[in-house]
Each structure stands twice: as C-alpha cells, then as structure tokens.
C-alpha cells in the first residue's frame, strides 16, 4: 500500500494509530449493537433482507442494501453481520480520519470522545444507527471513504485512493441522493487527490477516473441487477413525494389537486384533506379518517405525474409552505416530539427474525424516546456549530481548511436536496449529513485546539541549561 514517501513531508499532520482505532471502534460497536441485536428492522429493511433471499425485484429502494444482506448470510454471519459490521465501520472510518488529522494522541482521544457523545447528546442519532436502515449503511461507507483517502494521501498510496472512491460508490449505490454528500469532495480529491494542490495531471486525470468508474458502477447497481444483470423498469422513486406535495398544495390552497384515483373515485374536499394532511409523512395521510374517502397509495396510473407540475406552478406559493412545513419536521424545529427518532422493534417476519436482547432494547429505545423531543437534543444545533467550526479553520489557516470546507458542502447539500424530494421527514433521513456535522465539530475543534498547542509549545522558550 506504501510508496517511497522517504523525501515526502506527510500530507496529514497525525497517524491512524491502528490500535486506538480499532479498540474504539469495536467499544462503539458493542454499546450500539448488544442491545438491539440483531438490529431493530422496520418494512424497508425487511423487504431489502428479502430481496437478498429471493432476487431484486423492484429498485424502488437501491439493491445494494439487498446485496449487503446477501454477503452476510454468505460468511455465516446472518443479519447481526451487516448491523455490526456498519457500526464498526462508521466508527472506524471516523476514528482512523480524525487520528490523521490531529497530531497529538490527547487531542485525538479528546475528539474522539466528542464524537461518540454527539449519539448521546442528540439520541436520534443513536435511534438510526440502532436500525438495519440504508442511512446508516450510506454513512458507514462515507465515513470509510474519507478515511482511506487520508491514507491514500499521507502514505501516497494509490490503492488505497481507490478504495475511498470505491467506498464513496457504495454509499452512492445505496442512497439516491447520496451522492451529495461528496458534492464537494469529489471535485477536491480530483485536485488535490493527495490533499496537496501542486498534483501533476496524470496524478488528477487517474483521480477523476476512479471517481467516475465508482460512480457509474453505483449508477448501473440500480439499472440492473445481479446476477443476470437484468434491466430493471423506472423505479418511479418520485411519485411518492409528488403525492406529498398534491395534498400539502391541496390543503394550502382550499383546492383539490388529487386525481380521483387518489380515492378511487369518490368526491372528496378540501377540508378533509387537511384533516388527513400531516407534514410529517406522506404516509400518515393514508390512514382512514372517519366521513372522508380513503386517500390511495398510487401514481394513479400515471396522473398524479401529470398533475403534479400544473399544481406547483399554479399554486407554488403553497407549494413553497409544504415543503418548509416538511422540512421545519426533518430538520427537529417542530415544537412537538420528534417524529421516529428511532426504531423499537422487529416487525414481524417470516424469518424468525426476533430481538435477542428485548429488556436491553426497550432501554435503549426509552431513552431515545423520551430524550429526543428536548429541544437543545435536536440535530440542528449540530449544523448551526459545523459552520462556525470551519470559518475558525479558515480564519487560522488549517491546512485541513479545504477537506472541512468539502465536508460542510456535503453536510448541506444533502438535506438542501431533501427540502424538494422528501416524502416524509423521518429523522434518519438527515442522518448522513447530521453525523458529517458531529465528525465537523469532533475533529475540527481537536484540530483547533491541536494546532495551538503546538503554536504555545513552538513559542515557549527553551529551558536553560
């Protein structure tokens, strides 16, 4: 993995300290899996599981999380597999990119702490990583990916380049949107593929290759399936949130915009829309209200694609109001509880699928119940202070200062793009982007607090003799 870097200045101020990384990742690992193990598993995650033991047959949902599930069972490891093997690689990868971004083990340790506080200290994000959901998976592989390009850039190790674009490609195939959360990074690594900008072209153009290699194989992942690489019809992912958007526009305006296959037919008013409107979840509005028609699950043959844009145009001011109201929920503004902060259970399965720890489980899921709602625990604090932490980067000059910069860029534009494309405002959608805010504030305030250190210690005058 090592080239000659013997008249190289390291491009990362710290080492991966191996040893203290490891040993963190697997305490993490055991304090998020051992009581939810095998790992809570809602609908999504079940008919991902499913698909693994049948073949893929829709890419309404990416098949990577399929083919993880299939990998696990493969080695013996069943689903407690992939559930340990995502927490640990989520803690790894940040650990190991922390380590390298701070010289000093203290500061390090320090950094290190923070982070694993922030799944405490905003308990949805403990909630989601006690999940079998995608998001945590997206995140995991994010988090690798960071990781192995610091490596690749402190030993200049072009495997080890590679695999970050590798790892930036599976989250990519595993979230639709997750792509985004590289938004920034991609373009930084193409121009400084090993963190420095004096990077020849042919170092740049290789770089770029295995971005776009890595991007295009996640783009096929949900084209085609393995293993007879058959075509796959159009998900059809968006018409989910256009049906949102009818009955929040619907409700907003005092107008109906539902084609009638929304309810099969039978007449239905305003005011029973927005009794069963709920920004919270497109779902929700599906349940039965008493007196009112049932609104339908369904594209409606077509018509609600076709409705859709003449709705918003006309009425884009309501439209603006529903997709704010939904993203006021995603984001924890909302004055009342946070909505599905976590996961409680294993719904029920065929596969003998059970908690094996139940007593431990109802615990966990208590606290993250019960502490979820407070205000000050919400995600938002932590995209209010990334911000901050990457300006005082900035302002003393970090050579990190980019990385950080790209690291923001995801954290944003992943939720900016769900402000538009949400059916719902789950809080492990914004997963993703809230734990590249809490790695932001844990390694950039080490870092800070790092570098100054060294400044006092460079300004401290020798001893005498």
């Known amino acids: 993995m090592r080239s000659d870097t013997s008249n190289l200045t390291p491009a990362t101020p710290g080492a991966p300290r191996w040893g203290l990384c490891v040993a963190y990742a697997l305490a993490a690992t055991l304090a998020v899996c051992w ?23 829709t890419t309404l949902w990416p098949p990577m999380h399929a083919y993880l599930f299939w990998l696990s069972r493969r080695v013996g490891a069943g689903v407690g597999g992939l559930f340990a093997f995502q927490t640990f690689l989520l803690f790894f990868g940040a650990a190991v990119s922390l380590n390298l971004l701070v010289r000093r083990t203290f500061w390090a340790l320090a950094g290190l702490a923070a982070f694993a506080l ?46 970050a674009a ?7 195939a595993l979230r639709y949107n997750a792509v985004l959360l590289v938004v920034l990074i991609a373009p930084l690594m193409v121009w400084a593929p090993f963190l420095r900008t004096e990077a020849p072209a042919r170092t740049r153009a290789l770089a770029a290759s295995l971005l776009v290699a890595c991007f295009g194989l996640a783009w096929a992942s949900t084209h085609w399936r393995l293993p007879d690489f058959r075509a796959m019809p159009d998900p059809h992912s968006f018409a989910g949130t256009q049906e949102f958007d009818l009955l929040g526009i619907s409700a907003c305006a005092d107008k109906v915009y539902l084609p009638p296959l929304m309810t099969a037919g039978w007449p239905i008013t305003p005011r029973q829309i927005r009794m069963a409107y709920d920004p919270r979840h497109l779902q929700l509005a599906f349940r039965p209200q008493p007196g009112a028609p049932q609104i339908l699950e369904t594209d409606a043959q ?12 006309r009425e884009f001011g309501c439209y603006l109001a529903h997709r704010t109201a939904v993203f006021v929920q995603q984001m924890g503004l909302a004055k009342h509880d946070r909505f599905i902060p976590g996961y409680s259970r294993i719904d029920p399965n065929p596969y003998g699928l059970t908690l094996a720890h139940p007593r431990a489980a109802a615990a966990v899921s208590y606290y993250v119940s019960t502490r979820a709602p407070q205000l000050w625990r919400r995600p938002f604090p932590l995209y209010l202070l990334a911000p901050i932490v990457v300006a005082a980067l900035w302002w003393r000059r970090s050579p990190a200062r980019r990385l950080f910069l790209a690291l923001l860029g995801g954290a944003f534009a992943y939720p900016a793009l769900l402000f538009f494309a949400a059916p719902a405002a789950d809080a492990r959608y914004i997963f993703p982007s809230s734990i590249l805010c809490a790695f932001i504030l844990a390694a950039g305030v080490a870092a800070l607090m790092d570098s100054s250190a060294g400044i006092r210690s460079a300004a401290s005058p020798a001893p005498r003799s």
């Open 166 to 172: 590798a790892s930036f490609g599976v989250a990519a």
């Open 118 to 163: 922030a799944f405490v200290v905003a308990p949805e994000l403990y909630g989601t990583a006690l999940a079998h959901w995608r998001d945590v998976t997206t995140t995991s592989f994010a988090m690798a990916g960071l990781a192995a390009w610091l490596l690749a850039a402190r030993y200049r190790a072009w495997p080890a380049l590679a695999l």
């Open 35 to 57: 009581p939810a193990w095998p790992g809570m598993m809602s609908f999504d995650s079940l008919y991902a599981y499913e698909q693994s033991r049948t073949g893929i047959e």
């Open 302 to 313: 077509g018509q609600v694609e076709h409705v859709w844009p003449h709705a918003v145009k």
